[in-house]
Nanobody
Framework: QVQLVESGGGLVQAGGSLRLSCAAA????????MGWFRQAPGKEREFVAA????????DDADSVKGRFTISRDNAKNTVYLQMNSLKPEDTAVYHC?????????????????????WGQGTQVTVSS
């Protein structure tokens, strides 16, 4: 089992920055790829970014490319999402997710069904 807890959300003006954190409880953190997703009211959960277990490779959605950066610190069992140049359309609940061990640490999944564990989410609101 993996427990995930996000933090760092809040209200920010357009053009501002936030850094989200996701702390994982469990001994197999580095063996799992991690992802960030977001869900706005009335919309489906949307892929934001993913990172391999070692942190050596990342992937991100076109909508956030060049503005958001995913990273991880395996010594702290934490994955981060640095969000710069925020836009009102970035407003959503942001969730971190961890893959199961069978998927492998070198994967970069983009679909929610590829992840086995989810955090409760943190609200990000960007005002215009």
């Amino acid at each position: 089992q993996v427990q995930l807890v996000e933090s760092g959300g809040g209200l920010v003006q357009a053009g501002g920055s936030l850094r989200l954190s996701c702390a994982a409880a469990g001994r197999t953190f580095s063996a799992r790829a991690m992802g960030w997703f977001r869900q706005a009211p009335g919309k489906e959960r949307e892929f934001v970014a993913a990172i391999t277990g070692s942190g050596g490779r990342t992937d991100d959605a076109d909508s956030v490319k060049g503005r958001f950066t995913i990273s991880r610190d395996n010594a702290k069992n934490t994955v981060y999402l640095q969000m710069n140049s925020l836009k009102p359309e970035d407003t959503a609940v942001y969730h971190c997710a961890a893959t199961g061990l069978l998927l492998g640490a070198s994967s970069l999944p983009r679909h929610p069904y590829e992840y086995s564990y989810w955090g409760q989410g943190t609200q990000v609101t960007v005002s215009s």
